[in-house]
């Protein structure tokens, strides 16, 4: 009789509601070491490892932020939760509830101590840092040949200033002799007097992928350099023996990158600020010059027996000027009351009594007769109208009672 074939999601189903309905792994506690680390949005994924075996684990947001502490590659741990299988990958995993800290593995007590040992030795001092060249010629990059790595790099070092050459040295990043091959090519480019500085560089990975990087006789291979040695190491947040030896630290190999080769783009900004400074500082000295070139000009003028002429000219002018005004000002004021004057002497006058229709009588002597007593019956007389005078004989003289 044949079986019947099952189809892969049939058969992960029956693995994966054998092991859901299994009494241990529904709750499980299981020991050993974190590698792998890694933050994600949903929650943190790791491994956990012993000396002979690992098991892929996974501990989301709504159990992870529980925690009281920070997981750290190499640290050893007791992880509970439910163990059942990832049905897109068809592999089984820790889904991880809690986490109870045991200490720190074999891997990261051996980092710990090497830095406290090559501490204490002074490797680490940064008084014995030797600096960073700001222009350097040419760039020895220390790292495996292939990779994104040495792309990054190179592309950066291109886009920042082409005129830097970059000597790629290919060396082991990890695996048993990656660090005597590091050492090799660290040695080897000491020997060239040709190179400014030196980028030691690999990507992220876990601490058992770096470690090449975290062994005495690197360390003490970078600490001997002649030339300044910049280590580029894994992640931001990755940390390696030879990044506390080196001269300078930099956070990823890009930033390496960024940090060595100078921005040809920010030089040619400063010459052009430099350029309009000068501009500017010239035009402003000539501006100044001029002013007082002018200024010299003024004086020299003001102070000549041409503008002193000038300027008495001109006081005779306005002397003139000021005497013509207060000549026209009294005369004006003279010409004024004058008619003033004549006004009031009209307004007296008994000539002006005539225009009303009365008439002044004279004598023959042709004095103003101002009473009857003062004439006699057929004494001619004279008398004055407005427009003319007339002759007349006195017939009757009358005297008022």
Known sequence: MQLKALNVSEITDYIKRM???????RNVRVRGEISNLK????????TLKDEIASLKCVMFNEYSRLLNFTLQEGMSVIAAGRITVYEKSGTY???VQSIQSEGIGALYLAFNQLKEKLQKEGLFDPEK??????????IAVVTSPTGAVIRDIITISRRRNPAVDILVVPVLVQGSSAAEDICNALRLVNRRNDIDVIILARGGGSLEEIWPFNEEKVARCIYASRLPVVSAVGHETDFTIS?????LRAPTPSAAAEIVVPDIKVYQRELFLLKTKL???????????KKEFEGLKRALYLNSPIKKSEVLKHKVENL???LYNQMASICQQKRNNFLILVEKLNSLSPLNVLTRGYTIVLNVQERVISSVKEIKPYEEIKILFKDGKAKATVQEVNEDE
Request: aromatic letters at 10%; glycine letters at 2%; hydrophobic letters at 35%.
């Open 19 to 25: 092991m859901d309905n299994d009494i241990i792994l």
């Open 39 to 46: 933050y994600h949005s949903t929650g943190i994924y790791f």
């Open 93 to 95: 995993q820790l889904y």
């Open 129 to 138: 840092k030797k600096p960073i060249p700001k222009h350097p010629k040419k």
């Open 243 to 247: 990044d506390f030896v080196a001269d």
């Open 279 to 289: 501009l500017t500082l010239m035009t402003a000295e000539l501006n100044r010059k």
């Open 320 to 322: 003139k000027k000021d």
